[in-house]
Structure formats: C-alpha cells, structure tokens
C-alpha cells in the first residue's frame, strides 16, 4: 500500500470546508471539480451544478484530505455519524504535528470558529501533547506530538 487518504463528504460546504483546511494547514487545493463540471454526471439538478463532486487538499506529501457535496439522486446520502446510530465508525482524523508550536496553532485553528474541544490538548497521562476536537463542520480531530511538550 502506497497512500491512505482521508475522504469526507459533506451536506453541501465541501468547499467552504476546504477552504477553512487550506488555512489550517498551510497547503493548496489541488483539485476541484464541480458537479457542473463533471461530463459523466448527465442531469445534475440546477441546484446542484456549484456542488463539489471531487476536491483534494495536500495535509503532508502522502496524506491528503478529499470530499464532496452528497447530492439527493447523484451520490450517497449523506448521513451524521452521531450516537444513538448502531455499527457506524466514530472516525477521528488523527495528525501528528512537527512541534509543540504547530500542534498548538493546529487545535486552536480546528476547535475554534465554532469548533469544539473535547479534549484540552496537554501532557497526556499516558505520555504525548495531545488534544482532540471537533471543527465547526463537524470533523473530529485528534492533535498530538509523539512525546510530551
């Protein structure tokens, strides 16, 4: 196995959600593709043509961010993964950051802005900085360095 990329889909702001990841993580999209766009996508609604169908974000070099729009009749229903759903994934995005410093500016920038924290990111009792939160889009994040700070 080469890569493992991270897939998200959204209830219609992939982009602005992408958009908010650019500047978290200092990186550019590289690829964004609306169902408007799509030549294999015949019979998009009105509604639905500015939708993201495919956007990309580099994280590091083999880790990127990708996503889309769920639109009714194209792609899967989008569902929120909360409790009380039975035999769903509680998936949590999971960065190691390169230093106390960016580990910082990362959870602040995620759990601000109408982010949540779930969890302080400190020494943890078990040994690593680490933190975890949910952004304002609803992605859990957990945020650590490999030792403690």
């Not at 043509?49 to 639109?71: C, F, R, W, Y």
């Not at 304002?136 to 994040?141: A, E, K, L, N, P």
Request: charged content about 20%.
């Amino acid at each position: 196995m080469q890569l493992v990329h991270i897939y998200l889909n959204f209830a219609g702001n992939t982009e602005e959600a992408f958009k908010f990841y650019e500047k978290v993580f200092g990186t550019r999209i590289l690829m964004k593709q609306t169902y408007g766009d799509t030549p294999f996508v015949k019979g998009a609604p009105e509604s639905a043509k500015n939708k993201i169908m495919h956007i990309q974000l580099p994280i590091t070099e083999a880790v990127h961010l990708m996503g889309s729009d769920a639109v009714e009749g194209i792609s899967p229903p989008f569902k929120l993964c909360t409790k009380p759903y039975v035999n769903v994934p509680d998936v949590h995005i999971s960065v190691v950051a390169n230093d106390k410093a960016e580990a910082d500016r990362v959870f602040q920038a995620l759990s601000g802005d109408g982010g949540k924290v779930t969890m302080p990111i400190a020494n943890a009792p078990w040994g690593p900085y680490f933190g975890m939160c949910v952004d304002r889009f609803g992605t859990q994040w957990m945020v650590s360095l490999p030792t403690p700070a």
